[in-house]
C-alpha cells in the first residue's frame, strides 16, 4: 500500500463539476494532503493541465513520487479508488 507522506498530490477540478465534487468529498473522509488546484480560477493549473494531459476535462490527481516521477490520472472512480488506497 503506498503511503501518502512520500508523494506530492495535486487534484485539478473547478467549480460546477460533479465529478470533481465526489473526489473532493471522498477526501473530505481521508487523512491526506491534497494541493488543490482549480483551473477556472489559476490560469497556471489550466496551462500544466493542458500540457500534460491535452485536454481542460477535470478531475485529474497529479501524483509526484518522491524521486520525481509524475503521473496524471483521470477519471474520477479511479482516482478516489487510488486515494482511498493511501496511507495517510
Ligand atoms: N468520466 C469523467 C468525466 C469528467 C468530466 O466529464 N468532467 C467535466 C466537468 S464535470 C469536464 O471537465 N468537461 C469539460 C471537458 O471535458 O473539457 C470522470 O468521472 O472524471
Not at 31 to 43: Q, V
Request: hydrophobic fraction near 35%; glycine fraction near 6%; aromatic fraction near 6%.
Amino acid at each position: 500500500m503506498p503511503n501518502s507522506n512520500h508523494l506530492k498530490l495535486s487534484l485539478y477540478h473547478r467549480n460546477f463539476c460533479l465529478f470533481c465534487s465526489r473526489v473532493i468529498n471522498a477526501i473530505k473522509g481521508l487523512d491526506i494532503e491534497i494541493d488543490g488546484k482549480n483551473i477556472w480560477k489559476d490560469s497556471d493549473a489550466l496551462r500544466e493541465l493542458e500540457q500534460a494531459t491535452g485536454r481542460s476535462t477535470v478531475p485529474v490527481l497529479r501524483i509526484e513520487s518522491a524521486d520525481g516521477e509524475v503521473t496524471w490520472m483521470p477519471e474520477s472512480r479511479d482516482i478516489v479508488r487510488y486515494l482511498g488506497s493511501l496511507r495517510g
